[in-house]
Nanobody, 127 residues
Framework: QVQLVESGGGLVQAGDSLRLSCVVS????????MGWFRQAPGKEREFVAT????????VYADSVKGRFTVSRENVKNTVYLQMNSLKPEDTAVYYC????????????????????WGQGTQVTVSS
C-alpha cells in the first residue's frame, strides 16, 4: 500500500518562504513521477509542479514559475516544494501525488494522471 504524507504547511506573511515535504511509503519511489497540486477555497484543484523520477526535469505552473522549486531525494523517498516570495493568492491546501512513470520524457500536469495522493497540508499567506 502506497501512502503519501505531506508536512511543512503553516501561516506566513506575504514574501516569506515555506518548504513542504512529502514522504512516500510503499511502492517504488524512484520510479514515481511526483506532482504538487493545490486547492483554494471555492476553487478547483490546480497543478503546481511536477518532477520526473530521476529528478532531472521539472515543470511548473506559470503562476509559481520562478518562485517555487520542486526537488526530490530518492534515498529518502521524499519530494519537496520550496516556496519563496509567497503571495496571498498562494493560500490553499497543497497536495502531493504520485504515479508510476514508464518514461522520463512525459510530464504529468493533470490530477487525473496520478494514482496516489496525500491528505494535504494547509498553507495560508497573509497580506
Amino acid at each position: 500500500q502506497v501512502q503519501l504524507v505531506e508536512s511543512g504547511g503553516g501561516l506566513v506573511q506575504a514574501g516569506d518562504s515555506l518548504r513542504l515535504s512529502c514522504v512516500v511509503s510503499g511502492g517504488q519511489f524512484n520510479r514515481y513521477a511526483m506532482g504538487w497540486f493545490r486547492q483554494a477555497p471555492g476553487k478547483e484543484r490546480e497543478f503546481v509542479a511536477t518532477i520526473i523520477f530521476s529528478g532531472e526535469k521539472t515543470v511548473y505552473a506559470d503562476s509559481v514559475k520562478g518562485r517555487f522549486t520542486v526537488s526530490r531525494e530518492n534515498v529518502k523517498n521524499t519530494v519537496y516544494l520550496q516556496m519563496n516570495s509567497l503571495k496571498p493568492e498562494d493560500t490553499a491546501v497543497y497536495y502531493c501525488a504520485a504515479r508510476w512513470a514508464y518514461t522520463s520524457i512525459v510530464f504529468y500536469t493533470t490530477g487525473a494522471n496520478y494514482t496516489y495522493w496525500g491528505q494535504g497540508t494547509q498553507v495560508t499567506v497573509s497580506s
